[in-house]
């Protein structure tokens, strides 16, 4: 079974940064694997994602702030976000690429403000 939990969320200021860790488990090993954000209100997207060979991609809006790389060895995939900006304020998940409704996890909080 494929699960995942979130962690590494918080309050930081603007142009500040965060390392999002997500453990996944063993299941998910070849799965291509994304970080999704869910702005309040809003809805949940993919802003980030590595497939299982090593590629990634980001949302534009993300391209060049985030980093997103994965350690198959300990199951772990993680989303370093610098230059935070008030916009980046959100629940942030792990799932797969596309995403199963019954694979979502806990999420962590990122809150971006002054």
């Known amino acids: 079974q494929v699960h995942f939990v979130e962690s590494g969320g918080g309050l930081v200021h603007p142009g500040g940064s965060l390392r999002l860790s997500c453990a996944a488990s063993?299941?998910?090993?070849?799965?291509?694997i994304g970080w999704y954000r869910q702005a309040p209100g809003k809805q949940r997207n993919l802003v980030a994602n590595?497939?299982?060979?090593?590629?990634?991609d980001y949302v534009d809006a993300v391209k060049g702030r985030f980093a997103i790389w994965r350690d198959r060895t300990n199951n772990r995939v993680t989303l370093r976000m610098n230059g935070l900006k008030p916009e980046d304020t959100g629940d942030y998940y792990c799932n797969t690429v596309p995403p199963r409704a019954d694979f979502w996890g806990p999420g962590t909080r990122v809150t971006v403000s002054s």
């Open positions: 590595i497939t299982y060979v090593g590629t990634t």
């Open positions: 063993a299941a998910a090993k070849f799965s291509d």
